[in-house]
């Protein structure tokens, strides 16, 4: 029976309004807070992720500059040879730049077009 009435007076004074009524805005701008840390914890992780992964990848050529010096006695010594510039070789170094900045060009549409994707995807659904 005391547990009866202990639940009924717990309800009695959950029910009371004892705190000050919220602002009607109060929801809105907690999402909002929410939604700002949100995005900057995953810009936080992104670029620990990044830090990581490129001290690692450092690491690893040290390592194996290290191991290609000392074990197996490679010669680091750099031997280059200047091009010649023939008729022949222009043509083809006119090709090859060509190339190159197409490849720019579609690696620079493909990050454009990524970032428009994941803008409206993932941005667009936030809102709703």
């Not at 639940?7 to 939604?35: G, H, R, T």
């Not at 010669?75 to 197409?102: C, E, G």
Request: with cysteine; charged share 20%; hydrophobic share 45%.
């Amino acid at each position: 029976m005391t547990n009866m009435h202990q639940d009924k007076a717990i309800l009695k004074a959950l029910n009371k309004e004892v705190f000050p009524s919220l602002s009607p805005k109060f929801n809105e701008q907690a999402m909002q807070f929410i939604y700002k840390e949100v995005k900057r914890k995953k810009k936080q992780n992104f670029i620990l992720m990044i830090s990581c992964l490129s001290a690692v990848s450092l690491g690893l050529i040290v390592l194996a500059i290290y191991l290609l010096k000392h074990y197996l006695s490679f010669n680091f010594a750099i031997h280059i040879q200047i091009p010649s510039f023939k008729p022949d070789t222009i043509s083809q170094y006119y090709f090859d730049i060509y190339i190159a900045v197409l490849i720019l060009v579609l690696i620079s549409l493909d990050h454009l077009f990524r970032n428009y994707w994941y803008k409206r995807r993932y941005e667009g659904s936030m809102g709703q």
